[in-house]
């Protein structure tokens, strides 16, 4: 009965532990690892700069762990990639933001690696240090935290798959409320331009003025927005020609 009350007060002074900063420097090293892969795989310089701003923050939140960490190599790697991927945003064309994109995936990779590295380090010499005064109820602990820290990385990367799935899906339906709403547009114009034809008037041609741009940082309710005001626009101006043939 004591050598279970022992071996329960570990377990719950581990979890209150909870991660050290070595622990929340490699998360974020993932993290921005895998968004740089994301911006990489993108087929178009919108979503290739936002994964890239992405990775970029991540990059940052790893630096305020890092330092404590005594990982400087990962330190290092981790504000070269910040450098390379801050200048994605500038990029004017789709090629050159995926230049810088290369080389920051590369960087970041050496990072988690670098990150992997230290972390292994440090645990081969604390357990070559206590390997020959460790009980049995240690070493159930030990083993017990390294199954922690594989199920922490498999739950980022769970989260971070389920972000990237969400981000995708509201695209998807941006990209179906666009094409329902211009083809909605186009079939209103359509319609306009034939009926005033017909009343034999001289009339300016209906025409429409689509300016959205950079829609990824839009939501759905200002899409829709834009659209019904364009449809309103449109509306106003056709009524407007149709009077002037009175």
């Known amino acids: 009965m004591k050598h279970f009350y022992l071996f329960f007060v570990l377990i719950t002074s581990l979890s209150i532990n909870g991660q050290t900063d070595c622990d929340n420097a ?9 968004h740089v892969k994301t911006s990489y795989d993108a087929n178009n310089i919108s979503h290739l700069k936002y994964s890239a701003n992405r990775s970029v923050e ?100 769970i989260k971070m798959k389920l972000a990237e799935q969400n981000e995708k899906e509201v ?32 009339h300016k041609t209906i025409s429409n003025n689509d300016t959205l741009e950079n829609t990824s940082n839009k939501s759905l309710d200002d899409i829709k927005l834009f659209y019904v005001t364009n449809l309103k626009t449109l509306a106003s101006n056709y009524l407007a020609e149709l009077n002037n043939c009175n």
């Open 58 to 157: 991540s990059l940052k939140l790893s630096k305020k762990t890092l330092a404590n960490c005594n990982c400087e190599k990962a330190l290092e790697l981790a504000n070269k990639a910040i450098v390379l991927l801050s200048k994605v945003e500038a990029a004017e064309t789709y090629e050159d933001g995926r230049y810088f994109v290369k080389q920051g995936r590369d960087i970041c990779k050496e990072s988690v690696i670098e990150i992997d590295r230290c972390a292994t380090t440090t645990y081969t010499i604390e357990t070559t240090t206590t390997s020959q005064t460790l009980s049995d109820l240690e070493k159930e602990q030990l083993k017990l935290k390294q199954q922690q820290e594989v199920l922490k990385l498999k739950e980022a990367e």
């Open 26 to 34: 490699n998360y974020y090293l993932v993290s921005a690892y895998s």
């Open 171 to 202: 695209l998807l339906k941006k990209e179906q409320l666009i094409l329902n709403y211009k083809t909605l547009i186009a079939s209103n114009i359509k319609t306009y331009n034939e009926t005033l034809k017909s009343c034999g008037c001289n």
